[in-house]
């Protein structure tokens, strides 16, 4: 069965950067994108981008470029999240979230990964 | 900056029906946004329910549909069951980013 399971909870100070894995299993993981979505406590969950483990593509949201990177190593099937220049307000759970090509949906979710950003 | 729009909440009785919807400011909803349905329940991940309009995942229950409406996203919950109370969320593809509504709190009284 498809699953993506993410590395734990992370704690960073402002100005910090923090990296967030993602191991996928159950499929060929070259054929399907991986998103990375974030959600702060309460609020609505917000896209930060795509990464292709066929092509190394990416594709960030507007609000997060020059701060984020997406990687992946397809020998390890895992998907990297990196965020840098952290604030007070990056503190959120990150998902990473499967994504089909062509049908523009995220079908299945990791955990989450509690980031919390403190001084 | 695009927003999306949906109810706040809605409330529904065991049993009935109720329509969710989602508005772009860009105008109409269409197929080529390929409008997307995810529900959530507090300290889980969100679960997708519908993508591509109206398609439906394996797990995906019966009693839910989506479909366009008036320009609008719209997912239907007929027969609702207790535990359809959750956050539903919209998912909006614009072509170069996602967008996720702010959510509809279904509540089941």
């Known amino acids: 069965q498809v699953q993506l399971v993410q590395s734990g909870a992370e704690m960073r100070r402002p100005g910090a950067s923090v990296k967030v894995s993602c191991k996928a299993s159950?499929?060929?993981?070259?054929?399907?994108?991986i998103n990375w979505v974030r959600q702060g406590t309460g609020q609505r969950p917000e896209w930060l981008g795509w990464?292709?483990?066929?092509?190394?593509?990416?594709a960030y949201a507007a609000k997060f470029v020059g701060r984020v990177s997406m990687t992946t190593d397809a020998s390890m099937t895992t998907a990297y999240l990196e965020l840098s220049s952290l604030r007070f307000d990056d503190t959120a759970v990150y998902y990473c979230?499967?994504?089909?090509?062509?049908?523009?949906?995220?079908?299945?979710w990791g955990q989450g990964t509690l980031v919390t950003v403190s001084s | 900056q695009t927003v999306v729009t949906q109810e706040t909440t809605l409330t529904v009785s065991p049993g009935g029906t109720v329509t969710l919807t989602c508005a772009s400011s860009?105008?109409?909803?269409?197929?080529?946004?390929?409008p997307n349905w995810l529900q959530q329940k507090p300290g889980q991940s969100p679960r997708p329910l519908i993508f591509?309009?109206?398609n439906k995942y394996s797990w995906t229950p019966a009693r839910f549909s989506g479909s366009l409406l008036g320009g609008k996203a719209a997912l239907t919950l007929s027969g609702v069951q207790p535990e359809d109370e959750a956050e539903y969320y919209c998912?909006?593809?614009?072509?170069?980013?996602?967008?996720f509504g702010p959510g509809t709190k279904v509540t089941v009284l």
């Open positions: 159950g499929y060929t993981f070259s054929s399907y994108e």
């Open positions: 990464v292709s483990p066929y092509s190394d593509g990416t």
């Open positions: 998912l909006i593809y614009y072509g170069s980013e996602f967008v």
């Open positions: 860009t105008g109409a909803v269409t197929h080529a946004y390929f």
């Open positions: 979230a499967r994504g089909r090509v062509g049908l523009y949906d995220l079908d299945y």
């Open positions: 591509s309009t109206s």
